[in-house]
């Protein structure tokens, strides 16, 4: 199936995102990096902030696409534990520079972090309110560990080595596993 132009246009502001940053987002530059015509980006995309939106909303779908195969199942079809699980593990893929421009940039405004928030909500353990029960406590440390290393590829000129990346992930997946049978 052929992606759409708005498809086009969001994954072509990605790479612009990524190469040269925030601030280079203009619509000439999309246009280019796309090519289609400024226009076409004005008919799906009728300002910059919309631009902004419709990529948050993007990469926050192929986020969560990622954690519905790591699950094999959707978030609303997942135990707990799956879906806690599916966090950490696609927290450990490599992380661009862009998606966290992206995120710094979401946390500006409330409609650009919801598309976010609501994947986290549904993929991830919450905040522990009794701090008295240590699974909850062991869930949440474990998808700080997996948001910790998902920032730290985005930051790091050095990238983990695969094997190192992995084998974090399946240890927070035996984390989150042995702290969901105590919970």
Not at 6 to 19: F, G, K, Q, S, W
Request: proline share 5%; with cysteine; charged share 20%.
């Amino acid at each position: 199936m052929r992606p759409s132009n708005r498809t086009n246009i969001l994954d072509a502001a990605v790479r612009v995102i990524e190469r040269d940053g925030m601030t280079a987002l203009t619509f000439d530059a999309v246009a280019t990096e796309s090519g289609i015509a400024r226009g076409g980006l004005l008919y799906h995309f009728p300002s910059r902030d919309a631009l902004l939106q419709g990529i948050h909303q993007h990469l926050a779908g192929v986020w969560e696409a990622s954690m519905i195969d790591a699950a094999g199942k959707p978030a609303d079809a997942a135990e707990a534990p799956e879906r806690y699980q599916a966090y950490a593990l696609t927290c450990a893929q490599a992380a661009s520079r862009a998606e966290l421009q992206l995120m710094f940039d979401a946390a500006a405004t409330d409609e650009n972090m919801q598309p976010w928030t609501d994947v986290v909500e549904r993929w991830s353990p919450p905040t522990p309110q009794d701090l008295s029960d240590p699974a909850a406590l062991d869930l949440f440390i474990a998808k700080l560990a997996a948001d910790g290393m998902w920032v730290f590829e985005a930051l790091s000129r050095s990238r983990l080595a695969p094997k190192v990346r992995q084998a974090i992930a399946d240890r927070l997946a035996q984390m989150i596993a042995a702290a969901s049978k105590t919970a």
